[in-house]
């Protein structure tokens, strides 16, 4: 955070999807996510150390679940060390449709691979939220927010060299808050009703 700085129209920024309460929106900075994840990503496999990091309160999609790194000003940053023993050179790009992340270093700090396993721990159903509506006939329901499943995952890293697994240990948690489901219940006259009384009225 401290490097990218201040998020504003005046800095240059633009409105974008952000995720703010575990709610989608719109707003100032959407997508910094996608600089720090794609950083993130490319710093795992370089092994260096992460002093911090933080998943998105709702799933991604454009990284496996369990390896993005989300970044918002005061709340969650993205921080590392260099743990090898020589100076790293970090290259990025970007051409407006594709951003990379290349981390360099001294072959003597890296004999070995990094690989990264992303494992679904458990789903977590949405709770069902019940409204009730006068506007709405009884006996009918209509579905104001569809909700969403929650995740939690656990991400392993693999330590590979000559093509054997050295060692594998845990690399992260994530949690994906589900997103409640929203129903109105109906509690209102009911038309087909309404036309009964309607005709027994005509009759008389």
């Known amino acids: 955070?401290?490097?990218?700085?201040?998020?504003?129209?005046?800095?240059?920024?633009?409105?974008?999807?952000?995720?703010?309460n575990g709610e989608f929106d719109r707003g100032i900075g959407g997508g910094i996510c996608q600089v720090s994840t794609t950083l993130y990503n490319a710093l795992i496999r370089?092994?260096?150390?992460?002093?911090?990091?933080?998943?998105?309160?709702?799933?991604?999609?454009?990284?496996?679940?369990?390896?993005?790194?989300?970044?918002a000003s005061g709340i969650k940053d993205?921080?590392?060390?260099?743990?090898?023993?020589?100076?790293?050179?970090?290259?990025?790009?970007?051409?407006?449709?594709?951003?990379?992340f290349k981390i360099f270093g001294n072959g003597e700090d890296r004999d070995y691979k990094i690989n990264i396993i992303p494992k679904l721990n458990e789903s977590i159903e949405p709770n069902v939220i019940e409204k009730y509506s006068d506007e709405i006939p009884e006996g009918e329901i209509e579905v104001e927010k569809k909700g969403a499943k929650?995740?939690?995952?656990?991400?392993?890293?693999?330590?590979?060299?000559?093509?054997?697994?050295?060692?594998?240990?845990?690399?992260?948690?994530?949690?994906?808050?589900?997103?409640?489901?929203?129903i109105i219940i109906g509690q209102g006259e009911n038309e087909n009703h309404n036309k009964i009384n309607k005709k027994h009225s005509d009759d008389k």
Do not use: W
């Open 1 to 20: 955070n401290k490097t990218v700085g201040d998020i504003s129209e005046q800095s240059g920024f633009k409105t974008a999807g952000v995720i703010v």
């Open 46 to 71: 370089a092994d260096i150390q992460i002093i911090e990091r933080s998943n998105h309160t709702r799933p991604i999609s454009y990284v496996p679940l369990g390896t993005d790194a989300a970044v």
């Open 78 to 100: 993205l921080k590392f060390s260099n743990n090898t023993n020589h100076n790293i050179y970090i290259l990025a790009k970007a051409d407006g449709d594709d951003l990379s």
């Open 150 to 182: 929650g995740y939690s995952y656990i991400t392993y890293k693999e330590i590979v060299k000559d093509q054997q697994v050295l060692k594998t240990e845990v690399l992260s948690k994530s949690y994906y808050v589900p997103q409640d489901r929203v």
